[in-house]
């Protein structure tokens, strides 16, 4: 008989989990809703979708207090620093979701203007297909990076490996390069 089944008046876990499970419960958006996707994420925020149940529904106006960049339509080239620096001046750790096509891969816009996706310029933990995607789909990608938060690890070289892990996505073919089934 082990410690779990004789003390039920205690709870167990490592240090590790309970940071985990706390930041996981607190991902904090900021918003950047460059065009019509970021009318689905503010329907997501309204009562019936209610990004409220997901712990989520105060999007952060400052960057010092988000965890979590929500890129919300294309983004141009002029864009492009900006949300860079709000990037930079996120706590860590942080994460980033691309909503719509345009964010993940320019959309129909291939032309000089527009970026061919977010991940030119940032990291992007999450893509969301369609054009303008679904508030439902914000929803699931919101709790993926609640789960991918309550599993990233703490240590010394979390830092490290978040900066390594930035670095080669950043290093990756661009989108604009790369060949498939409709080049």
């Not at 032309?111 to 977010?118: E, M, P, S, T, V």
Request: with cysteine.
């Amino acid at each position: 008989m082990g410690l779990e089944e004789s003390a039920p008046g205690f709870l167990l876990g490592t240090v590790e989990g309970v940071a985990g499970w706390a930041r996981g419960a607190s991902v904090y958006p900021v918003t950047f809703g460059l065009a019509c996707c970021s009318i689905e994420m503010m329907s997501a925020g309204g009562p019936r979708f209610d990004i409220a149940r997901m712990g989520s529904e105060v999007f952060r106006g400052s960057p010092r207090q988000a965890d979590l960049m929500i890129i919300a339509g294309r983004v141009s080239q002029k864009m492009a620093p900006i949300m860079r620096h709000v990037y930079d001046q996120m706590a860590e750790p942080k994460w980033v979701i691309a909503m719509g096509v345009c964010a993940s891969s320019g959309g129909m816009f291939n032309n000089y203007a527009i970026l061919q996706g977010a991940d030119h310029v940032l990291p992007v933990d999450v893509y969301l297909p369609g054009c303008p995607p679904r508030p439902e789909m914000l929803l699931n990608a919101l709790m993926m990076i609640k789960k991918h938060a309550r599993e990233t690890p703490l240590g010394a070289n979390r830092r490290r490996i978040a900066r390594a892990a930035e670095q080669a996505a950043l290093e990756s073919p661009p989108t604009s390069d790369m060949t498939g089934l409709l080049r």
